[in-house]
């Protein structure tokens, strides 16, 4: 992730990713088709044992969930409110990373990242001092990097981006958010 070196011990993230539905992987529920994805970058960030999930979720097109909202706490305190829908009328695939005295919002299709500093005087609790920078480019992740990041690591007997380990542990999340929703 070109961004990993400027996220330190995240308190709170957000994740939307929202698409319209094209009926393609209506077969599967949206925590599989797209939330996983999401909560795979979630877990990477925080770097945390999850604590507990909760979740809501409808089906609306399909007879699969179609949009889904989880809660994901973890064990150092941090929260990630991650939302994934097939039936948005635009299209939105964003990240708030909130963190001490920063916010990076990054916008993955418009690909840019907002950084937000802040600081705080400490004598004066209402004193503080903010400053805002804006970085366009943002390099999109698209199915046919991953597909050659893949084809690299097999031909060199490379570390792939994401390992199994934590490929099984995103996995197991999003069971957690499907049971919560009550999807099986």
């Given at each position: 992730?070109?961004?990993?070196?400027?996220?330190?011990?995240?308190?709170?993230?957000e994740?939307?990713?929202?698409?319209?539905?094209?009926?393609?992987?209506?077969?599967?529920?949206?925590i599989?088709?797209?939330?996983?994805?999401?909560?795979?970058?979630?877990l990477a960030?925080i770097?945390?044992p999850?604590?507990?999930?909760?979740?809501?979720?409808?089906?609306?097109?399909t007879?699969?969930?179609?949009?889904?909202?989880?809660?994901?706490?973890?064990?150092?305190?941090?929260?990630?409110?991650?939302?994934?829908?097939?039936i948005?009328n635009?299209?939105?695939?964003n990240?708030?990373?909130?963190m001490?005295q920063?916010?990076?919002?990054?916008?993955?299709?418009?690909?840019?990242?907002?950084?937000?500093?802040?600081?705080?005087?400490?004598?004066?609790?209402?004193?503080?001092?903010?400053?805002?920078?804006?970085?366009?480019t943002?390099p999109?992740?698209?199915?046919?990097?991953?597909?050659?990041?893949?084809?690299?690591?097999?031909?060199?007997d490379?570390?792939?981006?994401?390992?199994?380990?934590?490929?099984?542990?995103?996995?197991?999340?999003?069971?957690m958010?499907?049971?919560?929703?009550?999807?099986?």
């Amino acid at each position: 992730m070109e961004i990993a070196h400027r996220i330190d011990r995240p308190a709170f993230i957000e994740a939307n990713r929202h698409g319209k539905f094209a009926g393609r992987g209506g077969d599967v529920d949206v925590i599989t088709d797209l939330m996983i994805h999401d909560i795979d970058l979630v877990l990477a960030m925080i770097n945390a044992p999850v604590k507990s999930v909760s979740a809501l979720g409808s089906s609306v097109i399909t007879s699969h969930v179609d949009i889904a909202n989880a809660r994901i706490e973890f064990e150092n305190d941090a929260v990630a409110n991650v939302t994934a829908s097939r039936i948005a009328n635009d299209r939105l695939r964003n990240f708030k990373i909130y963190m001490r005295q920063q916010l990076l919002e990054l916008d993955l299709l418009g690909q840019s990242i907002l950084i937000t500093n802040r600081s705080y005087d400490q004598k004066d609790r209402f004193s503080h001092n903010t400053s805002t920078q804006q970085i366009d480019t943002v390099p999109a992740i698209t199915l046919k990097n991953e597909i050659d990041h893949f084809v690299e690591i097999v031909r060199n007997d490379g570390e792939p981006f994401v390992s199994g380990e934590d490929a099984v542990l995103a996995l197991r999340v999003a069971q957690m958010v499907r049971e919560q929703i009550g999807q099986h």
